[in-house]
Each structure stands twice: as C-alpha cells, then as structure tokens.
C-alpha cells in the first residue's frame, strides 16, 4: 500500500479503508507541519493544525474530486 499512488490512496480510504488513509497522512504529516510552522511560528501550533487539517479531510474525502487514470495520460 505504501507504493500506491496518492488517488488510489483516497479511493480506498473512501470505501472504509483506514490504512489508506494512514498512509496519506505518514507521507504528508512532516511537509504539513512544516509549513503550518512557517506560517504560525509555534511547533506545537502547527501540529494541532495539520492534526485538525487531516481530521477535517478524512471527515470530507467523498468531496475530494476522483480523477480517472486516463486524465494524467
């Protein structure tokens, strides 16, 4: 699963699939708050943001656009 592309990452995810979305948030977590930290100037601020951003995306995948794979071709 880690090899999957982030799109087939958020299909899984949205049909129940946890791990998936775990995965997403591993390969994101660290630039997100990095650059939560950029902006807010507080370490601990940035980690309850991006904490909240990926709860409210996990709340809101059925909202994330799907893109067929033969739109990137």
């Not at 880690?2 to 995810?13: M, R």
């Amino acid at each position: 699963m880690k090899d999957d592309s982030d799109w087939d990452l958020v299909a899984h995810a949205r049909s129940g699939d946890t791990e998936a979305f775990a995965v997403l948030v591993h390969r994101y977590q660290a630039p997100v708050i990095q650059f939560c930290r950029r902006m807010l100037g507080s370490l601990h601020d940035a980690e309850e943001v991006a904490q909240d951003s990926f709860v409210r995306i996990y709340r809101n995948l059925n909202r994330i656009p799907s893109f067929p794979r033969s739109f990137f071709r």
